[in-house]
């Protein structure tokens, strides 16, 4: 009803304004590519092989992480354990590693001389194969699953109190739960979730080679790398990426249509109380599918501790340098994303675009690789690529965590706005003064929960830094790539343990202030 | 706040300083810029006597590093381009960014003739399977590999440098029969990664018996960290070999620093840093002036190289070989 | 004061007729079952809708089209009147300055208005640790300290128990006496209106039923009134 009364206020421009410049950013270094090609590209049949695979692998990862996550926070929303919250944040932490760490943790667990393979060899089993399609299924769903299941158990919680009281009181069963509460709520969550996922898989390069087994495991931004580093032919990497962008565009708009998922971020720390009528069933399936899901996601992240844990006092000085340049690249990145996210989100709570969120998940898919080159392109007339590393670095990885942020701000606006919009509209608060008394406060949580996220995301991203960095610029990604380069394995773990160490105390501290910020 | 002031004054004040020193910018590979690679002692070495800045810029690796060249052109910044190999020179010759190096060639130790006019070697080395001394039976050529039930992890022809030395090795070796070898190698190959690191760290976690790398690899464990438990299995057909090169650019504002650099690079001070920083044979350094432990290696009997222009036409022919014998 | 000219408003699926005048100084309450349309109404005239067709006339300007913060009027809602972040003292100042940056003759307005409605002493509390009646009084402080001519309330006090909203309606009128304000108030029951309003209007499925002094209708009540009585 509000929409239709509201006229294009000066915070909405701006939101539109940001969005337009979203683009730009993501955009004009692919064209930028385009117009450097000396001749116009084909696609082989190598690269349809390529869009085959990606497309394929990722449909699988998104379909199974989204189907497991499902019974994992069913059972995390009915029961009350010691150490269920930080089980929940742990939980978290496989989205934020960086793909080489995370894929070393993996190996350590389910790899041939795995803690698996151990314990199969204790019973006389061989040892299991990880390489191959299932592999790289197995990764993305290790990744990813957090991810899904923190969507879900967000929407879980969000049940009102008296409505389960009121099921329990009618005599509900397992069934009529199942009917009445949880698949509409799936029906609201599972196709954002599912498309968020299929996206993130889409622009998978390294785990797909490394745990795929072969060149059948070709992605398309394998491809894409190829193509840029091996043959120089800018018109196929340019031709490669609209072929990204156009899969994720598609994507969007068949998920869009269904449906748009709730905050991520709310309050996860609430206790489940409410389904305590309902406690009594299951209560076995549901300790075991929490054991196994925390195995499944902690174990991996045990063998990373443990295999670093040694060589962390012994790091060489510039690791500690690139940590703190990390810190700070981070948190900047964090700030700039919050900036860009916030007037969108204000945006899209009042009028639903699909072009605009179309532009808010544009950044999944879109090869970090075209855009630092279409950024080197476009900087190295006017000034030195090289000088401008960290802070180009800073806001790739800030455009490459707004799909992640809106999500998060957008629910969270969007009930502020419910609650609060029309008593801010009768005072006329417009502008700052609006975010300030009538949106920020209510979007705290959500807020903290997505510069946390965002702060991770950068500090894991080895991101566009590699394709300009001098050696005084290192960050803790790239030291650490630096370091398996030149031998120094056990340096180069104790890197990865130190960098899956700061991005989830920077993930806690920005998460854990957005709380605090909110009860105070 | 004042003192952030403070210290952009004295950066500028230094930095104007700086500009009387002519700077030499030198891009290469990250390896070898980074703090415990060959970079920083190489920097220290030649601003001694040159009057100079050095600025090492890291980018990747080999192929990376072309690439990068290639993108800024001639207006790049780069005096000194060090990280090239025979297999990416033809590309880097085409290109028309570099200029011939008119340094006098000291005597070479390389097992090949050096003809290139525009680059000069730093560096070489075999590429060969590193494997555990405790493994059994160590196959002895491609066809024993081929035979064998060693798992194997390679790199990526498309995306590694050393994965394409490794194709141009089969090639070299068998020619024709190079489908039949890669396709008898196939179940060998647990995975194939995008570079040399993810390989190399798959086979230190034991997820293979054997990995594609260099035979000076066993030098670096058994040096630096007194582990002799890895060796690289000699092949009868003989090894391919890598040449790792460095050209000055056409468009740079140093050229006399640029040369001055390059007739440094085949000096002892530069050659005598590469052993145990790149962990590769020095090209300009006699075998009794290497470290210990670099005698315990093997020492091909025959080393193949194809010439930069063979080595460009042959290779998409042979990625398409390797991809068709891989992807069934 | 007010006026709505041939008003037509549609939404999904309803629509709202209205043709009606309110006069400075005077009270309207608007009355009407759930779904009659009361609350659109209310809405039209604050501009949380536009309407489609018809102009609405207030302080005798045309603001069909202009947007709430535009509109000559303050509003109180059934609830959630005050930001449970802000202090007492500062969701009264809002309604001075959105900035809340005030200045000493500013503060005092925001203390006197406090003062009339009897929450003098209590300006640094948050909503949360008030009574409902007490936060009700907050609402009205802003209202006053806005002074706009033209007030709506919707339901107001509703939330609050009925000897408690007796009283609250019994302040608003003594404001309403002082400050000489138009009311336009929407209530589905005529027992509040009594004392407070002097108009009355009746909706029925989205048109105007009824309309009149409040005097002459409950003198002689129509059999549309009835059921109200």
């Not at chain 1, 993305?140 to 009181?169: D, G, Y």
């Not at chain 2, 196939?186 to 293979?208: C, K, M, Q, R």
Request: one cysteine or more; proline letters at 6%.
């Amino acid at each position: 009803m509000a929409d239709r009364a509201q006229p294009l206020t000066f915070q909405q421009g701006l939101g539109g304004c940001v969005a337009a410049g979203v683009a730009l950013v993501l955009l004009g270094p692919l064209a930028a590519v385009a117009l450097r090609a000396e001749e116009a590209a084909r696609l082989t049949g190598a690269d349809w092989a390529a869009i085959r695979f990606t497309v394929l692998q990722a449909l699988l990862s998104a379909a199974l992480s989204v189907g497991l996550a499902i019974p994992v926070a069913r059972a995390l929303a009915r029961r009350v354990f010691p150490g269920r919250r930080l089980l929940v944040t742990l939980m978290g932490a496989p989205f934020i590693l960086p793909v080489i760490v995370a894929v070393f943790g993996l190996l350590a667990v389910f790899g041939r001389n795995g803690w698996f393979s151990q314990a199969l060899d204790l019973v006389g089993l061989p040892p299991i194969e990880i390489y191959g399609l299932h592999g790289v299924v197995l990764a993305h769903v290790f990744f990813n699953l957090p991810l899904a299941v923190r969507l879900f158990l967000q929407s879980w919680l969000a049940i009102p109190t008296e409505r389960v009281r009121l099921a329990s009181s009618l005599g509900f069963t397992a069934r009529d739960i199942r009917r009445h509460f949880e698949l509409p709520m799936l029906r609201a969550t599972a196709p954002g979730a599912f498309l968020v996922i299929f996206l993130i898989c889409t622009s998978s390069f390294a785990v797909a080679l490394i745990l795929g087994g072969g060149p059948r495991a070709t992605t398309i931004e394998l491809a894409i790398y190829q193509a840029f580093r091996f043959d120089f032919d800018l018109g196929r990497a340019a031709m490669l990426g609209a072929v990204q962008v156009g899969i994720c565009a598609v994507a969007a708009l068949l998920v869009l249509r269904f449906a748009i998922p709730r905050a991520l971020g709310g309050s996860l720390d609430r206790e489940p109380m409410q389904w305590e009528a309902f406690a009594g069933r299951g209560r076995f399936a549901d300790g075991l599918i929490i054991l196994l899901a925390a195995l499944f996601l902690v174990l991996p992240l045990l063998a990373l501790v443990g295999r670093g844990v040694d060589a962390m006092a012994g790091l060489p000085p510039s690791v500690w340098y690139a940590a703190l340049r990390s810190l700070v690249l981070a948190t900047a990145s964090a700030a700039l994303a919050l900036a860009l996210a916030l007037p969108m989100a204000a945006l899209m709570a009042r009028r639903t675009r699909t072009g605009l969120e179309l532009i808010g998940a544009l950044s999944i898919a879109i090869s970090p690789l075209v855009i630092g080159t279409g950024a080197f392109l476009i900087l190295n007339p006017i000034a030195n690529p090289v000088a401008l590393a960290l802070p180009i670095t800073g806001l790739v990885n800030a455009l490459m965590s707004l799909p992640f942020l809106l999500r998060a701000l957008l629910p969270a606006i969007q009930q502020a706005e419910a609650s609060q919009g029309r008593l801010a509209d009768a005072l006329g608060l417009k502008g700052v003064d609006r975010l300030r008394h009538a949106i920020l406060p209510r979007i705290w949580p959500s807020l903290g929960f997505g510069a946390g996220l965002s702060a991770a995301l950068s500090m894991g991203d080895l991101g566009v830094i590699a394709l300009f960095s001098s050696p005084a610029q290192g960050t803790l990604p790239l030291e650490m790539y630096r370091l398996m380069g030149s031998y120094r394995t056990d340096d180069a773990q104790g890197a990865a343990l130190l960098l899956l160490a700061l991005s989830l105390a920077l993930f806690w501290v920005f998460d854990r202030g957005g709380r605090l910020r909110a009860t105070a | 706040m004042r003192h952030t002031i403070m210290a952009t004054a004295f950066s500028l004040i230094a930095a104007a300083a700086a500009a009387d020193t002519p700077v030499l910018s030198i891009y290469s590979y990250d390896s070898f810029v980074a703090e415990w690679g060959p970079g920083p002692q190489i920097e220290q070495a030649f601003e001694e006597t040159c009057g100079c800045d050095v600025q090492f810029t890291g980018a990747g690796d080999g192929a990376a590093l072309l690439a990068r060249v290639r993108l800024e052109g001639t207006n790049s910044d780069a005096d000194v381009v060090l990280g090239l190999d025979t297999n990416l020179m033809d590309a880097a010759m085409q290109s028309g960014l570099f200029a011939p190096h008119n340094v006098t060639v000291p005597e070479l130790t390389l097992p090949v003739e050096w003809e290139s006019e525009t680059f000069l070697p730093y560096d070489w080395g075999y590429f060969a399977f590193v494997h555990n001394t405790d493994m059994q039976d160590v196959p002895g050529s491609f066809a024993e590999l081929a035979e064998s039930e060693a798992r194997i992890v390679i790199q990526d022809p498309r995306s590694s440098t050393p994965g394409l030395g490794l194709l141009m090795w089969v090639e070299a070796a068998h020619g024709d029969e190079a489908g039949a070898i890669w396709s008898g190698l196939a179940d060998n190959i647990v995975t194939v990664t995008p570079g040399w690191s993810e390989a190399y760290d798959l086979f230190l976690e034991g997820e293979a018996d054997m990995v594609l790398s260099y035979t000076t690899s066993p030098a670096y464990h058994l040096i630096a960290e007194e582990d002799d438990s890895k060796a690289a299995a000699a092949f009868e057909e003989g090894h391919y070999l890598q040449i790792e090169v460095a050209g000055m650019l056409a468009g740079s504002d140093q050229p006399d620093l640029a040369r001055a650099f390059l007739d440094f690079m085949l000096t002892e001070r530069f050659q005598s840093i590469i052993p145990t920083t790149n962990w590769m044979y020095p090209a300009a350094l006699p075998v009794d002036a290497l470290p210990d432990g670099f005698d315990t290696l093997i020492m091909p009997e025959r080393a193949l190289l194809f010439d930069p222009a063979t080595a460009a036409a042959l290779r998409d022919d042979a990625v398409n070989t390797w991809l068709t014998a891989l992807s069934r | 004061m007010l006026r709505l000219e041939h008003t037509v408003t549609k939404l999904d699926g309803f629509t709202l007729r209205a043709d009606l005048t309110v006069k400075p100084g005077r009270r309207l309450a608007i009355l009407g079952a759930s779904g009659s349309g009361k609350s659109t109404l209310l809405n039209l005239i604050a501009g949380f809708v536009l309407p489609d067709e018809g102009n609405v006339i207030i302080g005798g300007l045309d603001r069909s089209r202009a947007s709430v913060a535009d509109r000559p009027l303050s509003i109180l809602f059934q609830d959630s009147n005050l930001f449970p972040h802000l202090s007492v003292f500062d969701n009264v100042a809002l309604g001075l300055r959105s900035d809340l940056r005030l200045d000493g003759d500013q503060r005092a307005c925001v203390s006197d208005s406090l003062a009339q409605v009897g929450m003098d002493g209590m300006e640094s509390r948050l909503p949360g640790s008030l009574s409902g009646g007490q936060q009700s009084r907050v609402a009205l402080a802003r209202m006053l300290l806005r002074d706009k001519p033209l007030a709506l309330m919707d339901e107001p006090f509703s939330a609050l128990d009925p000897g408690l909203r007796r009283e609250m309606l019994d302040l608003v009128a003594a404001l309403c006496d002082r400050t000489k304000l138009t009311l336009v108030m929407v209530t589905h029951d005529l027992r509040d209106v009594s004392g407070l309003c002097t108009d009355l209007c009746l909706l029925e499925n989205g048109r105007i039923v009824l309309q009149g002094p409040l005097d002459d209708i409950l003198a002689d009540p129509p059999a549309l009134i009835r059921p109200w009585l």
